[in-house]
């Protein structure tokens, strides 16, 4: 089976838990995934959200990102996200990008999700 593409779109921080097992087991298939984060799903890349997460939600998202990361799964967060642009901490492994990047991901890939 050939590999594919898929390119999630995350502009809600509560869905980032769903779409993260999503991705993981797409990743998991051995397809291309990246995840582009902006609006308010951009304070996932946040290591104080995430910290705040574990302790109010019990939602360990730190291991689910570093699962999702190992497997491969790309990680970006909009670099004109006034959230980013704040003073956001961005958890390793993730990269800031703009609009280019993500519709160069976007016509390439096979599906584009957006959460």
Known sequence: MAKKKFVY????????????????????????????????GARVLDKRYLKMMERTHNIDLQKLMKQAMDLGIKFYGCQMNVLIADGLELVEGAELAGVVTFLEAAYQADAVLSY
């Not at 087991?25 to 609006?39: G, P």
């Open 9 to 40: 779109f995350v502009s809600l921080s509560s869905n980032v838990p769903f779409v993260l097992k999503k991705a993981l087991k797409k990743a998991e298939e051995e397809n291309e995934v990246a995840l582009f984060f902006d609006l308010d």
